[in-house]
Each structure stands twice: as structure tokens, then as C-alpha cells.
């Protein structure tokens, strides 16, 4: 019996309208284009306006931009695996939500969040379902609506930030392409960090936490930066090393998009050209479990059956991780 893969073999994206420039942002805080561009390689951000939306809005869109480019019969999808990190509300999953809005009547969903590695450890989830030969058709979607949680006036952080979503199909591969393997790490040292202090059971909403402003993100941006850097290109180059691929063998490095410095970082020390690195921070930011998924949709013409993709992510935790992978078709 033949060794079963996980592959995907479709994507999908969703972007929403409204853009959200460096030039608007100098209106807003104490920041200019200069700055912002040379720090994190971003020009502008998607802001979601549409009234009463939230990521399930983007994760159906995403889903239904897949399922009419592949003719996928929504009703065929064994499983949803919805990775964000700004779920609809607290305690109704929203991706089993997401699976009824799209027809996918016989799936079962779930959220699974970890921050900006979401999606990464969503794909590990999703390969290990398709591999256990009990699931044809899993469906992965990325999608956060990081202006919820976003300070405005915070210009640490409403620089980095915006809204998206993106999806991928995984089903069985017998050609040896698709998940080859994976190294996945978290540390809990990270929880101070990277934040929101206030919402969750430790600390319940309340008017004074609404007054303090404890329901946004707070980032240490430095001590995350350092730790970004040093193991994202840690994992990446681990990973390489475990499957014997040189700089050669890589075909494209799809990097979490967080700053462009830490992706310049992970390809240099995997010994990467420019040419090999897929990015588009500079027109989304950092859409934070909406990014790898984002990078498929964006570069799908690009990539061939057989490619070698390292994928690779860090986000707050801290989790990190990179896996590999052999694209497993060329679009039509």
C-alpha cells in the first residue's frame, strides 16, 4: 500500500476594499512612510468596513473563492479547520459557522488558534487528518480581523497590522508530493510579549478594562523581534537540514509576512536568493493567520507541481515552527 500525502491541491483568498496607506497612518499617529517602510517593508494594509462583519465574513468569502475556482462540491469537504486568532466571538466556534454558510453540510469544524503560526500548525493538523486515510478533503482557512484589535492610536502596532483571509484544499497524494515533514516549536516565556491583557478568564471585561484600553494588542516590539528573528531562520534552516536540502533543492520560502526583516533574516541564513522568497507584506501586512494562505493565492501561477516549498511562521506565545512540503499541481 502506498504511502498517502497530504496535498493541497486548490486555494482561495479574500481581501476587503478599503486600504489603509503609511500616508493615512501620518494623519493618525506620530509615523511617516520613510519610517514605517524601512522597519517593516509595508505600504498599506486591507481594513474590513463592511458593517457587523467579522472573519467568518472573509473565511466564506476565501472559501467560496476556492470552491469556484475547483469546482469542489462544498457538501465532498470531510473537515474545516478554521485558524485565527479574532474568532467571531467567544466560546460559537466560528469555523463551524463558516461550514454552514458554505454548504459544507457534511463537515465537521473547528478553530484552532496559536497566534501568527495558526495557519502553519494548521497545515500539521490537517496533513496528519488526510494521512490517516479516514479524510479525502480538509479544508484549512486563515483569516483574521486584526483592526478589532487594534489600537489606533497605538503606533507600535496600527503600522503592522491588517485584515484578510485565505484558504487551502489538502486531500490524499500517491505521487510523494505534498506534507514531507515538520518542526514545531512554542515557548511559554512569550505570553508577556505579545498580548491582549484583558477578555479572557483571568481578567473578564469590564468598563475599567474597556477605559484602559486592555482589549488591544500589546506588543513588545523589540523582545518579539528578537526572538522572530532568531527562530524563524532556526527552524528553517533545521528543516533543511533534516531533509537534506541545500539552498538549491528550495524552490520558494513562503514566510509568515511580519516584517520583511525577519524574512530577508530566514533567507539568509537558509542560504536563499531574493528570486526564491514570496512576498507581498508591502500591499497587506501582517494579516497574521491569513499570510501563508495569502502567498499561495498570490503566487499560485508561480508555483509548479514538484517545487519545493519551506513554509515557516513565529507569533505570539510564542509559537514558531517550518514545514515542508512538494506542491502537487500546476494551475490551469
Known sequence: MTKINAAITAVGCFLPETKLTNSDLEKMVDTNDEWITTRTGIKERRILKVEGAGSSYMAIKAAQNLLDKSGVDPKEIDLIILSTATPDMPVATTGVYVATQIGATNAFAFDLQAACSSFLYGISVASSYIESGRYKKVLL??????????????????????????????????????????????????????????????????????????????????????????????????????????????????????????????????????????????????????????????????????DNIIFASFGGGFTWGAIYLKWAYNKQ
Request: glycine letters at 8%; proline letters at 2%.
Open 141 to 306: 482557512i486563515g483569516t483574521d480581523k486584526m483592526s478589532s484589535i487594534i489600537d489606533y492610536t497605538d503606533r507600535a502596532t496600527c503600522i503592522i497590522f491588517g485584515d484578510g483571509a485565505g484558504a487551502a484544499l489538502f486531500e490524499p497524494n500517491h505521487e510523494g508530493l505534498g506534507f514531507q515533514d515538520e518542526y514545531l516549536r512554542s515557548d511559554g516565556i512569550g505570553r508577556q510579549y505579545l498580548k491582549i491583557d484583558a477578555g479572557g478568564s483571568i481578567l473578564p471585561a469590564s468598563t475599567e478594562t474597556v477605559n484602559n484600553k486592555q482589549h488591544y494588542v500589546f506588543q513588545d516590539g523589540k523582545t518579539v523581534f528578537k526572538y522572530a528573528v532568531s527562530n524563524m531562520a532556526h527552524v528553517s534552516e533545521k528543516i533543511m537540514e533534516r531533509n537534506n536540502l541545500s539552498h538549491e533543492d528550495v524552490d520558494w520560502l513562503a514566510a509568515h509576512q511580519a516584517n520583511k526583516r525577519i524574512i530577508d533574516a530566514t533567507a539568509h541564513r537558509m542560504g536563499l536568493e531574493d528570486s526564491k522568497v514570496l512576498m507581498n507584506i508591502e500591499r497587506y501586512g501582517n494579516t497574521t493567520s491569513a499570510t501563508l494562505p495569502l502567498l499561495l493565492c498570490d503566487f499560485e501561477d508561480k508555483l509548479k507541481k514538484g
